[in-house]
């Protein structure tokens, strides 16, 4: 027989095998089991072929009390387990079944085949729920059960929207996003960022993917564009990576040269500064943004260094002054820390300049300097208040800023030197284009006398204490404040403000009034303001009765305004019940202008100051980008047109063309980029006739742009006017009649035109040397006695030598 451990022949009486001494079948026999069922798996299993195949012999394991050896100690072998596999490769004859080894018989072999069959049901069980379990899990997870939630693909679902061009209407907008993923469960935070895509429109995800699971519970950032604008992040980096990110808002993108001193921590090439701010959007699309590249100077040519912000005001004029410039100190408001030191000047700080420029340097002041920084010192009275000055110039913001139109005003002051408030439409060309924000600190009816030239007085020897329409203003205290308006003082007819002199209201329409008929003329809350200079004595303000005591409750409930900066307060007409009354029911005074004390009581100032509120000044020395030179995106410009800009600075201003006799001149201003607007007025009083007893006027104005050309030999400059650019305004031979005056439009503006080649004669140029032509014309503007040199620039058209002299005032 064969043996079922080793395969090996043997006897067919023998008891155990003769090689490996396995027992043999008639061991298994001696258990009551037939050879050919003592382990049917050792059966052969035949395949489809006519080859039998062995079936595999089984490793020994351990063996147990069960199959101890018989009383003679014949030694037992181990039983073979199901856990690997050995299999004999000689082919077993089919008619001879191997012999298979006996198996050694527990005490109680049914409760072993019991327990046996219990784990092999339990486990196909567990087998068969954790499958079931799965599928239900990922049936349920591709549900979005659980497990979080998809993140849409919007982009895919709205392929034909145009996200990136400004003109084009947003189809997909961030709220409509934030709508979406709402309705999916999904929470979501918008978060507004710089583009050139319309305002709203979706920009995409801040935080995850489209298409990304994300957990619940967690916040989706959805990205909102909010505009063309600056981002926060842009200053101080490289000038030519921050430009090619500034295009991709859809708006031009000028870069500008701001030199810096030769000794600067600011490399050459990098992003100094902006306009807008950082961090503010682009309130003009035309304008767009301008970026200001650092250039650093070869510590030879004069120069107003951009970082020279914040050192000390003597040593940057003692520099200048050194290099032949002529040099001015003036004062401005500023924070605390830059009290006496340079904040900005004129030139702009980051301006090249040339040989001989006028040259005015502001140092900071506070709250002791008020008086000194806004009231003027005279005789008659000792001290008057009206127009503001260049000393509160510049852009306050609050200290959070998401929308520049209502959070940031800004100040700036034009050829007149009247301060007005910038608008989005402003061209800054013209106070024609912002009358209505021309802004001042005395209104004519303050004091019931508008006649009385101490309507805008207080104090000095001619006015006793507390007299003067300014006595009871906060200008008159010694607190560091005071408070200014647009239009005040004087009564509306209709949507339009006029003084009534000679004039009436009625229904509404201004009337030509003999009986001082005012009856449709109403007094209307106005725009006002408060300023507080840095270390303004707050606390005596709000002590004063000047604020509204509800607006002072409220004002407790928040953060105090930081007094070390200079900021503004804006009042806010809708916290008012009445914002306008009938001119009758006022005693010929704006009842609109707060004070102190029992002055105006019923319009005590709201709303009280709060960090929240408060508009704090900016002290960014902006520098005067029309006047800077156009450069590369690593500062570098031609040497040409930093000449250029260098004569446009000089020549910028405001010029007078008349005899000195009569009643006519003609106005040219002219613009830092060499553009002007030019106003010619020649009156006639004996002009008059039916229905206009007060006599003529004839009238011409227009705008234009001037090139600018060569400097001659005698140190004169040549320009030409850009005839492309040239427009007089109005239809020629127009006529109307305003106010009892008949205006008429005529052709050409005296002085001006024929605008063809002009020379300009610098700021120091000897007189001698102009023709007796051009002198016979400035004596009337000028008068005696002539100087030897010129006080300011001097614009002569070529075509008949006609003079334009620089206005002093």
């Known amino acids: 027989m064969f043996c079922g451990q080793c395969g090996q022949k043997n006897a067919d009486d023998a008891q155990f095998c003769g090689s490996c001494g396995s027992p043999l079948h008639r061991a298994a026999e001696a258990q009551g089991q037939p050879a050919s069922s003592a382990n049917p798996s050792a059966n052969p299993v035949v395949d489809s072929g ?334 008057y208040a009206s127009e503001l000055n260049d000393a509160v110039t510049g852009t306050y913001c609050k200290s959070t800023v998401t929308d520049v139109a209502k959070d940031c005003i800004t100040l700036a002051q034009d050829e007149n030197g009247s301060v007005y408030r910038v608008t989005a439409k402003d061209t800054g060309t013209s106070s024609d284009e912002y009358s209505n924000d021309i802004l001042t600190m005395c209104f004519p009816f303050a004091d019931g006398n508008a006649g009385d030239i101490g309507t805008c007085s207080y104090g000095g020897s001619q006015l006793p204490a507390g007299e003067g329409g300014m006595a009871k203003r906060l200008i008159a205290k010694q607190w560091g404040a005071f408070d200014f308006g647009a239009l005040g003082g004087s009564p509306s007819c209709g949507t339009a403000r006029f003084a009534p002199y000679g004039k009436g209201c009625n229904a509404s329409k201004q009337v030509v009034q003999d009986s001082q008929d005012m009856s449709g003329a109403t007094f209307d809350m106005h725009d006002f303001y408060v300023f507080f200079a840095s270390g303004a004595n707050l606390d005596a303000i709000e002590k004063s009765g000047y604020f509204d005591d509800s607006a002072l409750a409220a004002a407790k409930k928040g953060s105090k305004p930081d007094t070390s900066r200079p900021f503004i307060l804006a009042r806010d007409a809708s916290q008012y019940d009445t914002t306008s009354v009938p001119y009758s029911k006022a005693p010929e005074q704006d009842p609109f202008v707060p004070g102190v004390g029992e002055f105006s009581a019923s319009v005590k100032f709201k709303p009280a100051p709060t960090d929240a509120n408060a508009y704090y000044l900016v002290e960014s020395g902006q520098p005067d980008w029309q006047s800077l030179p156009d450069c590369d995106a690593n500062g570098n410009v031609s040497k040409a047109a930093a000449q250029e800009q260098g004569f446009w600075r000089q020549v910028q201003g405001k010029y007078i063309f008349s005899s000195g006799a009569g009643g006519w001149s003609t106005t040219l201003t002219v613009n830092a980029d060499g553009s002007f607007t030019a106003d010619h007025q020649d009156f006639a009083f004996g002009g008059t006739g039916d229905g206009y007893p007060k006599g003529s006027e004839f009238v011409a104005s227009g705008t234009g742009k001037f090139n600018y050309s060569k400097r001659n030999d005698d140190g004169s400059f040549s320009m030409t006017c850009d005839q492309k650019a040239f427009h007089q305004n109005g239809t020629i031979g127009d006529v109307t009649i305003k106010d009892g005056v008949r205006v008429e439009t005529v052709d050409g503006i005296y002085g001006l035109t024929p605008c063809g080649t002009f020379t300009v004669y610098p700021t120091g140029y000897a007189t001698s040397a102009l023709s007796d032509d051009v002198k016979s014309w400035m004596y009337g503007v000028i008068g005696n006695p002539f100087p030897s040199t010129l006080a300011g620039p001097l614009i002569v058209n070529d075509s008949g030598q006609l003079p334009f002299v620089y206005d002093q005032n």
């Open 50 to 383: 006519a080859n039998p195949v062995p079936s595999p012999a089984l490793p020994p394991r351990p063996a147990t009390s069960a199959s101890s050896a018989s009383a003679d100690s014949t030694p037992t072998t181990t039983i073979p387990t199901p856990t690997s596999v050995l299999s004999p490769t000689a082919a077993i004859p089919a008619t001879s079944a191997p012999p298979t080894p006996a198996m050694p018989v527990s005490d109680t072999p049914e409760s072993t085949v019991a327990h046996r069959s219990k784990a092999t049901i339990a486990a196909i069980v567990a087998v068969a729920l954790i499958i079931v379990a799965g599928a239900a899990a990922g049936l349920t997870y591709h549900a979005e059960l659980w497990g979080g939630k998809t993140l849409p693909d919007i982009a895919a679902e709205h392929p034909t929207a145009t996200k990136k061009s400004e003109k084009a209407k947003a189809t997909i907008t961030a709220d409509s996003v934030v709508v979406k993923l709402k309705a999916s469960g999904i929470t979501a935070v918008k978060r507004p960022e710089f583009s050139g895509a319309a305002k709203g429109a979706f920009l995409g995800y801040g935080n995850a993917k489209a298409g990304q699971r994300v957990r619940s519970g967690s916040s989706v950032v959805v990205r909102e564009s909010a505009g063309p604008g600056v981002p926060s992040n842009v200053e101080h980096a490289k000038a030519s990576t921050a430009i090619t990110m500034l295009k991709t808002m859809g708006v031009p993108v000028h870069a500008k040269q701001v030199a810096v001193s030769s000794s600067s921590k600011l490399a050459s090439g990098t992003v100094i500064a902006t306009y807008p701010l950082a961090g503010q959007a682009v309130t003009d699309a035309t304008t767009g943004i301008y970026v200001g590249v650092a250039a650093k100077t070869d510590g030879k040519t004069p120069a107003i260094p951009y970082d020279a912000i914040g050192t000390d005001i003597a040593s940057v004029k003692d520099i200048l002054a050194k290099a032949g410039e002529n040099v001015t100190t003036k004062p401005h408001f500023s924070s605390k820390k830059n009290i006496g030191k340079l904040v900005s000047s004129s030139p702009a700080p980051g301006t090249v300049l040339s040989s001989g420029e006028n040259v005015t340097l502001y140092y900071g002041v506070g709250a002791d300097k008020v008086q000194d920084a806004t009231i003027e010192q005279g005789n008659a009275p000792d001290y």
